[in-house]
């Protein structure tokens, strides 16, 4: 029994329900087009030339932090530890617990593997390194594509802004060459992309260690005058001083990277350095402190700035500082809040000092307390001497400025002059031309007055040209300046003696008193994610 | 099903109370508010049932008819009551039913079954003469379920389904202290893997529905209650969102498992979808109050085996004058003797009451209920205190034209959150130090110190934990809906659909820990609070036609929807415990909001040829906003038949067979549930802001940094592709019943985070569609009523499942070399599982420990991996990842579950148990204290270790060793269940049954640790399942 009043509601509704099959959903399907609320992109942030500095200052943080507290930039592996990712720990490991510098105590097979001078191409460490110097790479190249003149002119970004873009541009360049370089220090074959190469998951093509030196030779070249002058731009900021020391080390290598010797193009950067304006800091620990920014920045050509407060990562100096504090040694002595027990040093440190112990040489700075020399187990962290070179403490005694004392203040300085010294010393005693043996005797003993605390024309410590001149000189030298600076394994390759026989450390080779390695181990090999994920990639020999 | 007695009128029945109560009358009524009284299509023998008829007359006459359906056939098992009495019958398989006893008058008889119409007839019964009632038709009712089978978008009658579907009412739901809706079902269906996160109040589970089809996405199967399908991911402060949902609200669930039952969901379809229907009221019916109360106690059964105080000064002392720790380490030792994990637990107790009104006013059905529970957990101070209301409307309109259904649900939860990092810390702690230091420092509880400062690298307090911190939330949560539904005036065959609703949640958390705590002491304590919001739309409609032509039948349905999801959360920054800030300089952050829209268009035909053939076509075309213009769109179809075997001349006449039925389908679905791995924009190309505590410095300034993300513009759906066989089955009058079925599911694009060759984009890792993986199984679901007699009835339960992951493919590249993703992180960053190809997810890859003669564990000279302590695999004189072996893995060979409910009279007892045969576990509590590390750290303190550490002699954790690996097997008891029904005991028609449930009684397993039972397949401190007691009153008016 229809009633007329039913149907007409009946109807009513079958419009409606009609209207809303039909019309309903062609309105809607724009809802598909959902947008961050708050996100930028990458159209946004380049709009605003404001916003420049802010991608430039992830470039740079990309050397020191590990994300965005939480967020890392690149993942070590599902929850695996944020701050092993930071480019300066991952870089600090494969340059020093691999070398008769340091061990760690951390038994995780992939530290362990570099303690004994065995690893393989599924290493992770080996893996983070690599994986942070393309993240790195891969951020400049972004930059690098988004201000390029003509899309600065596309974005009308012109004059003082258009100016400051092309400022900046230069130092993304230098970090990428940066980047770059230890690469190919590291890796030798790389992996090789452009601002040409826009995200995907395409295959990168490989490049040869000698070709990519040669595209460093010339990038820096190129970016060199388009730099600020040395020492004039803000600190932290990388000037033509960075782009120098950079290619000075390039040149110093360059036998190990291509099987050509540069050592008299090692000797023009250096001068040129040297000719800067550049002063030893006053104190060698001063350069290792929370405040090296201040009483160190007249050495300091580049440094790894890092804060408690604004800088914060478990990566960097951070790491440095607290993976060092171990056994008795006392975290309050250190600025920390806790000692992460890890990094001691093999007993060939100390013992290039005539006496660890005895205060004469400064740089000696070994903590020995309840620390034995040898190392029967890697995993002991008293075993070994400790190493109180990084520290969150200020010149005047006072802690870093994280009032938690988790996170330090102390830079590092990835290029400093002490450095450049004893560069200029190699080359010219590598048969560079454009330098002095008196000139580099000189530069030497600078450090060396400095070591000892000489005033007034002492002499303590001092060494003699013929001293200077003795095989393997150089090479402790550069071990008692700059150990735990992440340079011993390029040192010790150039050298000759980071593989093979000829020279032994402690569980150098997985055995007790050392034994030697394949000299393929000069090279870490690329790791095997990135060899599955690019198949294009040949494999380092021997892996 | 209980069966509901009406009395309308009190003073009426107060007088039949008086005239019946002495008669056996109320064994016939109290009999069929038994078990049998659901048992359609399995009707009691007539012989057994003429037995109970012929009971010593009363004075009085008798009724007697037939009830039909609308083909004419009589349906068995129909509840015949005179109404205002405790008189009835059920239906015998013929459908004749007959009632003695009734006293001389005018009475209305009330016909009611589950998935029918009722109906009432009025009749008079002269004294001393049976009176024949003219033949009674009842028509299926669709809004009510067993016969009639909820799908996708509608119902179906059971025998016309021809995929994998399976449900489960409340009869057969699982009884005791049942907090969240999905603990109703577990054990209960085959193919369905519940696994409970843990005992704390209103705790999330892990529900997997045939094993998981994603390795990264979402493997959580699609929730629709109502016809509402909810959000799924997590909303802050519940610990679980479907705990907010009443399960005493529940009818029943329906889960459908292959991809011909599912497809019709498209992209959220490819871990299966569940159907949660709540209780609706019927038409016709008067007022009825339920009320239900339960208590229960839960207690943990066991706790992890540590060291006693005395037996750890014992220990340290002799390993110090062996010299396998230093002599330094005794400075740890303290003269108490705690009992840590005493400390922490507690005999928990909660109450549970609900009521509801169900009845009908003028036509307008309606179910009202409000739920109270206030549960404690067993670790102390945690705590959820749940009301929950909910409205169903159900009127019918225009001669039944049109129907509505309305569904309001909304709950507020209170929880107050234990620290559950104090049941590790429990077990780790010294036993020799005292819980209170007998200072005032740190609000009295012993710490371990750095100076004057809690050291950070170890436990704190697990007493100070729990007490120091008070973690609070209060959740408000909505889900309603609208349904019209219209059947045109003019072509009745056509229905139009409209279905408007909502899941709206509110939720509002604080953390607070005081200034004088440990826990907290670098920021001296913690004043932060936390607001989440979710607006979920749907709007969804669709026309359906169903027409019958000769012997051909064809159902077709059209449908659109659309989907909102939004989410927000303002940004709050971080508090010290006296309100000022943490970081005061720190600028304000955006605000997370976040927004997703789901856009479908879909349609089905059903079509049957003489109630013997059937088909089933299903096509969704689904456009989320997940994935760029290009990749927006994904279309899903699935087919399938079914094959009548039992409607065959050869079998019709079968006394034995009496259901048969072959399907056969293949279908696909999708997987566009990434929002918990790459947000829910994860196409574009976006830039993140730092924040500030990631600047860089630039001489004098500080500058906060702008980040590109990684991006796959080129994203798209995971889809998965189901192949399925099923058998229907059916003996001896459907005394046993049951349906076996075999799958294959493979998964394709698998969206997969992979590692990406360097320098390809802004990350080393990038979600994107790469990788296969499958899943084969078997399951079987028997029902088999063992005895059905008139007193005495038993039905038994048993289902099992199958099922074998493996993944196919996770490269771009293959690359034999590559030896996977690894994932299970137990801490340290230390991965004792893998993803890896030609292997389950999740398979263990571990050393391959070393035992020596005297069958203990052997270890290397140094802590280094060494071949002293593990099988050098590949013989190269060393120990690195090349030597581990791909091993077990945590999903279980067969997952069986077995359910018996015995009833004899008034009294009924149902059990559940539950079994999962070959899963592993790794235990993760030994692996991290059954060796001396924690007796020398060197770090300022010294901790608990287990027994485990005599027979290892361990010096420091060997993760990776295979030592710690268990078969993860198990039989659980999960349920008891005693009930008696009082029945009529205050006065007649109402109810009275008191239930004593036991959960959790008994765990039968090899395993050494607690409880073998994780989904993960990592046993690391979880949340002990606590054994609980279950006093419930169910009382009916």
Request: aromatic residues 10%.
């Amino acid at each position: 029994m229809k009633s007329p009043l039913s149907l007409r509601r009946g109807g009513l509704a079958l419009a409606l329900t009609a209207a809303l099959l039909t019309g309903g959903s062609t309105s809607c399907t724009k809802d598909l087009d959902r947008e961050p609320f708050y996100d930028l992109n990458t159209e946004s942030v380049y709009r605003d030339p404001a916003n420049y500095i802010r991608v430039l200052a992830k470039m740079y943080a990309g050397f020191n932090l590990a994300g965005n507290s939480g967020s890392p930039d690149v993942f070590a592996g599902q929850g695996k530890d944020e701050g092993e990712t930071s480019y300066l720990r991952a870089y600090w490991y494969l340059q020093e617990l691999t070398t008769d510098e340091a061990v760690v105590a951390w038994n995780s097979p992939p530290l362990q593997e570099l303690n004994t001078t065995h690893w393989t191409s599924s290493n992770d460490l080996i893996n983070n390194s690599y994986t942070r110097i393309f993240y790195e790479v891969a951020l400049c190249n972004e930059f690098i594509r988004e201000t390029s003149d003509d899309k600065l002119s596309a974005r009308n970004i012109t004059g003082a802004s258009a100016e400051q873009a092309r400022l900046y541009r230069a130092e993304a360049r230098f970090l990428r060459a940066l980047a770059y370089y230890h690469a190919l220090d590291l890796y030798g074959n790389v992996p090789f992309a452009t601002e040409a190469d826009e995200p995907s998951k395409n295959l990168p093509k490989q490049i040869t260690r000698a070709a990519l030196f040669a595209y460093l030779e010339s990038e820096l070249k190129a970016i060199e005058s388009q730099m600020n002058p040395a020492r004039q731009g803000p600190y932290g900021r990388a000037d033509q001083g960075a782009a120098w020391t950079l290619l000075a080390k390039l040149y110093l290598n360059a036998g190990v990277y291509t099987g050509t010797d540069r050592y008299t193009d090692c000797l023009t950067y250096c001068t040129k350095i040297l000719g800067a304006g550049y002063k030893l800091a006053p104190e060698y620990q001063l350069l290792f402190m929370a405040d090296n920014n201040v009483t160190s920045a007249s050495e300091i050509i580049f440094p790894i700035t890092s804060d408690g407060l604004v800088s914060q990562s478990y990566g960097g100096t951070t790491y440095l500082v607290h993976a060092a504090v171990g056994g008795r040694m006392l975290t309050s002595a250190f600025g920390v809040n806790s000692g992460w027990a890890g990094n001691r040093t093999r007993k060939n440190l100390p013992l290039l000092f005539p006496d660890p112990a005895s205060g004469f040489d400064s740089r000696a700075m070994f903590f020995t307390v309840d620390q034995n020399l040898e190392i029967n187990d890697l995993t002991a962290f008293t075993d070994g001497y400790g190493v109180t070179k990084w520290t969150n403490k200020t010149s005047t005694g006072a802690n870093g400025n994280d009032p938690q004392q988790i996170f330090v203040d102390t830079d590092f300085p990835m290029f400093r002059l002490g450095d450049v010294y004893l560069m200029y010393a190699e080359a010219v005693l590598r048969g560079g031309q454009g330098g002095s043996q008196t000139q580099a005797l000189d530069y030497v003993n600078a450090l060396r007055d400095r070591a000892f605390g000489n005033t007034g024309g002492v002499t303590d410590g001092n060494i003699t040209a013929a001293e200077l001149a003795a095989p393997d000189f150089i090479l402790d030298e550069r071990g008692r300046e700059l150990y735990w600076e992440g340079m011993r394994r390029t040192d010790l390759i150039r050298f000759g003696k980071f593989t093979g026989a000829n020279y032994l450390w402690p569980w150098k080779g997985g055995a007790k008193n050392g034994q030697g390695v394949s000299t393929n181990l000069n090279l870490f090999p690329l790791p095997s994610t990135d060899i599955v994920a690019n198949p294009s990639l040949v494999q380092n020999p021997g892996y | 099903m209980q069966v509901r007695l009406q009395f309308p009128h009190p003073t009426r029945f107060l007088t039949r109370v008086l005239l019946l109560s002495a008669t056996s009358a109320f064994s016939v009524g109290t009999a069929l508010a038994g078990p049998t009284g659901s048992g359609h299509g399995t009707p009691p023998s007539p012989a057994l049932r003429l037995a109970t008829w012929r009971v010593t007359p009363v004075a009085g006459g008798s009724v007697g008819g037939r009830v039909v359906d609308s083909k004419g056939q009589g349906i068995p098992g129909v509840t015949v009551v005179i109404e205002g009495t405790t008189l009835g019958a059920s239906t015998n398989a013929t459908g004749d039913y007959f009632i003695d006893n009734v006293t001389p008058g005018p009475h209305v008889l009330v016909y009611s079954s589950v998935g029918l119409i009722s109906s009432r007839i009025t009749v008079t019964v002269l004294d001393g003469q049976p009176t024949q009632v003219a033949v009674t038709t009842l028509s299926d009712n669709i809004t009510l379920l067993s016969e009639a089978v909820v799908v996708g978008y509608g119902t179906t009658r059971r025998q016309d389904v021809t995929g994998s579907v399976t449900t489960v009412t409340t009869k057969d739901f699982v009884k005791g202290q049942v907090t969240s809706p999905e603990q109703l079902v577990q054990g209960k269906v085959a193919g369905v893997q519940i696994t409970t996160g843990g005992g704390a109040p209103g705790e999330a589970s892990v529900i997997r529905v045939r094993g998981g089809s994603s390795l990264n996405a979402s493997n959580d199967p699609l929730i629709v209650i109502d016809g509402v399908p909810v959000d799924n991911q997590g909303i802050n402060g519940a610990g679980n969102p479907l705990s907010l949902v009443n399960p005493q609200d529940i009818e029943s669930f329906t889960v459908l498992k292959d991809a011909s039952a599912t497809a019709i969901y498209g992209s959220r379809a490819s871990n299966g979808v569940i159907l949660i229907t709540t209780k609706k009221g019927v038409d016709g019916e008067k007022m009825r109050v339920n009320f239900s109360s339960q208590v229960s106690r839960a207690t943990n059964y066991g706790k992890v085996d540590v060291l006693d105080g005395n037996a750890y000064r014992t220990l340290v002392n002799n390993a110090i004058a062996q010299g396998i720790i230093p002599g330094s380490n005794a400075a740890f030792l303290g003269s108490a003797n705690t009992d840590w994990q005493d400390a922490i637990y507690q005999t928990a107790w909660t109450t549970d009451n609900s009521i509801s009104l169900t009845g009908s006013a003028k036509h307008v059905p309606y179910r009202v209920s409000f739920g109270t529970l206030d549960q404690d957990g067993t670790l102390k101070t945690g705590n959820l205190k749940r009301n929950s209301a909910s409205i169903g409307l159900s009127p019918r309109l225009l001669d039944d034209h049109l129907r509505i259904d309305v569904n309001v649900k909304g709950t507020q939860a209170d929880y107050r959150f234990a620290d559950q990092g104090a049941i590790g810390g429990a077990a780790r702690f010294n036993p020799t130090q005292p819980i209170y230091s007998g200072n005032d420092q740190f609000n009295g509880y012993f710490e371990w110190l750095t100076g004057a400062i809690p050291n950070d690298l170890t436990d704190r307090n697990p007493v100070a934990r729990l007490n120091d911190k008070r973690d609070r939330s209060t959740v408000l949560r909505s889900i309603g809906n609208v349904q019209l539904d219209y059947k045109l005036h003019f072509l009745p065959d056509l229905h139009a659909n409209l279905n408007l609703g909502y899941d709206v949640s509110r939720s509002n958390g604080t953390v607070f820990v005081p200034g004088t705590s440990s826990l907290a002491f670098s920021t001296q304590g913690q004043n932060n609070s936390y607001r989440q919001e979710k607006n979920n739309k749907l709007l969804e409609t669709y026309l359906s036609y169903g027409k019958q032509l000769g012997d051909h039948h064809l159902d077709a349905l059209a449908g659109y929807s659309y989907q909102d999801f939004y989410t927000y959360a303002p940004f709050r920054f971080a508090y010290k415990a006296d309100g000022s800030r943490v970081a005061p300089l720190d600028p304000v952050q955006d605000p997370f909001k976040t927004q997703y829209t789901l856009l479908s268009y879909y349609g089905r035909v059903n079509y049957n040829y003489k109630d013997r053939y059937l088909f089933t076509g299903t096509l969704r075309a689904d456009g989320s906003s997940h994935f760029s213009p290009d990749n927006r769109w994904g279309y899903f179809p699935a087919a399938s038949v079914a094959w009548r075997v039992k409607q065959e001349s050869f079998l019709l006449n079968s006394t034995t067979v009496s259901d048969l039925k072959l399907r056969v389908s293949y279908g696909s679905t999708g997987q566009q549930d990434i929002t918990n791995v790459a947000g829910d924009y994860p196409y574009l190309a976006k830039y993140s802001i730092g924040s500030p505590a990631v600047s860089q410095i630039f001489g004098k300034d500080t500058i906060r940094t702008y980040k590109p993300a990684a991006y796959d513009r080129n994203l798209r759906w995971e889809q998965t592709n189901t192949y399925d066989v099923g058998l229907d089955f059916g003996f001896f009058d459907n005394r046993l019943t049951g349906a076996i079925d075999v799958y294959l599911r493979k998964t394709s694009d698998l969206l997969a985070v992979i590692p990406i060759p360097a320098l390809s984009n802004l990350s080393n890792t990038l979600l994107t569609n790469i990788g296969s993986l499958e899943n084969r199984g078997v399951e079987l679901a028997l029902n088999y009523n063992v005895l059905q007699g008139e007193k005495l009835t038993w039905s038994v339960n048993a289902n099992a499942t199958m099922n074998r992951g493996k993944i196919t493919k996770l490269s771009q590249v293959e690359d034999p070399t590559y030896q996977g993703t690894p994932t299970a992180n137990i801490g340290n960053f230390q991965f004792v599982q893998v993803n890896a190809v030609g292997h389950a997810p999740n398979t263990f890859f571990l050393y391959q420990q070393k035992y020596g003669e005297d069958g203990k564990p052997l270890q290397g000279p140094t802590a280094s991996l060494n071949t002293t302590q593990y099988v050098d695999q590949n013989g190269d004189g060393i120990i690195n990842e090349r030597d581990k072996v791909y091993g077990k893995n945590p999903a279980p060979k067969a997952i069986l579950g077995f359910s018996s409910n015995l009833s004899y009279g008034k009294a009924s007892l149902a059990f559940t148990v539950r079994s999962n045969i070959g899963g592993y576990v790794y235990n993760n509590v030994a692996a991290g204290q059954n060796n001396y590390y924690g007796l020398n750290t060197t770090l300022g303190y010294s901790a608990n270790v287990v027994p485990d550490i005599y027979a290892t002699g361990f010096k420091t954790g060997q993760p990776y060793s295979d030592i710690n690996l268990e078969d993860g097997s198990f039989v659980r008891l999960q349920n008891v269940t005693v009930g008696y029904d009082f029945g009529s005991l205050l006065k007649a028609g109402t109810t009275l049954r008191l239930t004593l449930a036991g959960q959790n009684l008994l765990l039968l397993s090899g395993y050494s640790g607690l409880d073998p039972e994780r989904a993960t397949g990592i046993d690391s401190n979880f949340y002990p399942l606590p054994r609980t007691v279950t006093l419930g009153l169910n009382l009916g008016f």
